[in-house]
């Protein structure tokens, strides 16, 4: 969430940013004249309370003194009734005008730092570097992932789609194993590098997903219970970051540092017609999420050491990457700064992505309400929150299918997971 302050007396500094998203698309007007209104609205409450508590003692004063009769103590008195009158009117018209801020500001996306590029679109993201081209499998009869995993009978879609609909897929025999080792691969690295693990609930409430900015904008993109006030959680960003929400943590406790496993739902509403067909775009996947809170002088630096945390994992896969980072107008919601890490599928003959490391500032912090205290200081500020994936585990097992891929249908798996899965080379069960 935007802070109301800066907005007031930085409006054009706060318009010249939201419009490096996109010219036209975020008008801060509205928010400044519903703030003028209920400021003026203050005032007027103050100076009524503010000669309501001076009746009350001049009241008491000559009922002291005198006759509670006296003319003078009633007039004053007629008018501390009137002044209760007004404040009972104005009191809820300032509530009211405080909350059409409030749904506002949650409709507002995080302001980029000044070193995100400017762009329109994803066209105009910024290439950082590329690492592994020597990885780069050189068989040009590579298979999509899909009709690999099929023929080593290690996937299934069709069924799938018998169980629940399109865009879900079972994993069977050695590619379930393949799955859960590369999920347990991702851990161990993560809690090595110092992260560490939390198991969180995979149905959340509404309050959370709005504390991480999916709610309200993104409802459309999650599955919702009905008859419940939880929904499927779509990353595991949003369990994780709301388990200190509405906490101040002590500043000596900074920063902290959490990885966790989840399965992530999504109705991927935005992307009919796209990747039809395999892992890349599935309702259901899994994935592993690297979540920090830092203190604000840190978080830059922390950005970076989060995406090398989440690059390692590639790495010591030996799986061809870039890294990009992500322009004004193609910039997630509520991150200020983002990296993309983009995995080589030779089928495709390009990049996709397979993880976003995201630096959100104290965008979430404010819409969650999670602070930090230093000892010996007064008062309390927002912590910055940050998170990636390390890594997109379908994704991941999807570039080491079409990686990792022999000529001769089988398919090598990568020497670091090897220990984790028990097997070297995966083959059709029939061979």
């Not at 996306?109 to 050189?138: A, K, M």
């Not at 002088?297 to 990009?324: F, G, W």
């Not at 995201?358 to 930090?372: E, K, L, P, T, V």
């Amino acid at each position: 969430m935007l802070d109301l302050k800066q907005i007031r007396e930085n409006p054009q500094s706060v318009q010249e940013r939201l419009n490096r998203r996109g010219v036209g698309e975020y008008d801060i007007e509205p928010i400044l004249e519903l703030d003028r209104c209920q400021r003026e609205l203050e005032t007027r409450r103050s100076h009524l309370q503010a000669r309501g508590n001076e009746i009350g003692k001049l009241v008491g004063q000559k009922m002291k003194s005198g006759s509670v009769e006296e003319p003078e103590i009633i007039t004053l008195k007629d008018e501390g009734n009137l002044i209760k009158a007004q404040l009972s009117e104005l009191e809820p018209q300032e509530k009211d005008l405080k909350a059409q801020i409030e749904v506002l500001l949650l409709t507002f996306p995080n302001l980029p730092l000044d070193s995100t590029p400017i762009g329109e679109n994803e066209e105009q993201n910024v290439e950082v570097c590329r690492w592994g081209d020597e990885y780069i499998p050189e068989n040009p009869n590579i298979l999509p992932h899909w009709e690999i995993g099929e023929k080593l009978g290690i996937l299934n879609f069709e069924r799938s789609t018998k169980v629940a609909q399109s865009r879900f897929v079972t994993l069977i025999g050695a590619g379930a194993a393949l799955e859960r080792a590369l999920i347990q691969f991702m851990l161990s690295r993560q809690i090595q590098a110092g992260y560490l693990e939390v198991s969180p609930p995979f149905l959340i409430n509404s309050q959370s997903l709005t504390a991480t900015g999916q709610l309200p904008k993104f409802a459309e993109e999650s599955f919702k219970c009905d008859r419940d006030d939880l929904w499927l959680t779509p990353t595991a960003e949003v369990p994780v970051t709301n388990l200190y929400r509405d906490e101040i943590i002590p500043a000596e406790q900074l920063p902290i540092y959490h990885c966790a496993y989840t399965p992530c739902f999504r109705r991927e509403a935005g992307s009919y017609g796209r990747d039809t067909r395999g892992l890349i775009r599935l309702h259901q996947f899994n994935k592993i999420e690297l979540v920090k809170f830092v203190h604000p002088t840190t978080s830059s630096q922390e950005h970076e050491s989060l995406r090398q945390d989440a690059e390692a994992i590639l790495q010591a896969l030996k799986l061809p990457y870039r890294v990009v980072e992500l322009c004004t107008g193609d910039l997630g919601f509520g991150a200020c700064k983002c990296y993309d890490l983009e995995v080589w599928l030779p089928s495709a003959g390009k990049y996709r992505e397979i993880s976003s490391c995201s630096n959100f500032g104290d965008f979430q912090a404010r819409r969650g309400s999670i602070r930090f205290k230093e000892a010996g200081k007064k008062g309390t500020q927002f912590i910055h929150t940050l998170n990636g994936s390390g890594l997109a585990v379908g994704r991941t097992m999807a570039a080491i299918l079409e990686n990792y891929q022999q000529p001769d249908g089988t398919v090598r798996i990568p020497d670091a997971l090897q220990p984790y899965l028990g097997r070297e080379v995966l083959v059709h069960p029939g061979s």
